[in-house]
């Protein structure tokens, strides 16, 4: 999507490695977010971002940190890759109240 | 806890007819209830949105019924094209700038022709 982009699209990475998804934005928005979508459940808060080195925890944090030390960039670590961890990852970011999310296209995640 | 219920899982519909697409929340402080849709391999889109002060929205075929009594909203899609065939997910949040949306799990939504 157009502002947003996440990297890489696609990777196969092995059960215990580190793993660090990337999300970069040009809107300048102060609101980043990061979820995971699985089969059967939706899309699941991880973390979020209210600027600058400023992040709190979401839904299903645990296994996951989270850095923003730009506005523009938020990543998103696997710290030890588990096959749980199986998903495909979505970052979004918005600007202000209640005009909603702008999603990437996706990070889809394979641990083996 | 924060939860969206969102039915049903999956739902097939005739060129043409109306599909449906409930959901229901719990949290009161929730006033903000927007719909997403999601091609395969796409991120989700904003589809449209409502806020507790209105009991409709229409934007083209696409209309959003709100229920505050009930705690429910749907969406009604009119006219359904095989386009229209995607994953449609309902949410909430109380709407402030940087809250988080709470999602539904998600409708898969067939049109067929």
């Known amino acids: 999507d157009a502002g947003i982009t996440q990297s890489p699209r696609h990777k196969v990475t092995e059960t215990g490695t580190p793993v660090t998804l990337r999300c970069h934005q040009t809107?300048?928005?102060?609101?980043m977010y990061w979820y995971r979508q699985d089969p059967g459940h939706g899309l699941r808060l991880i973390h979020y971002s209210y600027g600058v080195k400023d992040t709190d925890k979401g839904e299903v944090s645990d296994g996951y940190s989270v850095s923003r030390s730009k506005t523009e960039d938020f990543l998103l670590t696997l710290e030890s890759a588990t096959s749980s961890q199986t998903s495909v990852y979505f970052c979004?970011?918005?600007?202000?109240?209640?005009?909603?999310?702008?999603f990437g296209s996706g990070t889809r995640l394979t641990v083996v | 806890q924060q939860q969206v219920k969102q039915s049903p899982q999956s739902l097939i519909v005739q060129k043409g007819g109306i599909s449906i697409i409930n959901c229901a929340y719990e949290n009161t402080a929730f006033d903000y209830f927007p719909w997403y849709q999601q091609f395969p391999g796409k991120g989700p889109a904003l589809l449209i949105a409502i806020r507790p002060d209105v009991s409709e929205k229409k934007e083209g075929r696409f209309t959003i019924s709100f229920n505050k009594s009930a705690k429910q909203f749907s969406l009604h899609i009119m006219d359904s094209q095989p386009g229209d065939s995607a994953t449609y997910f309902c949410a909430a949040s109380s709407g402030q700038a940087g809250t988080a949306l709470i999602f539904g799990k998600g409708t898969t939504l067939s049109v067929s022709s």
């Open positions: 979004a970011i918005s600007g202000t109240a209640y005009v909603g999310y702008t």
């Open positions: 809107e300048n928005h102060r609101y």
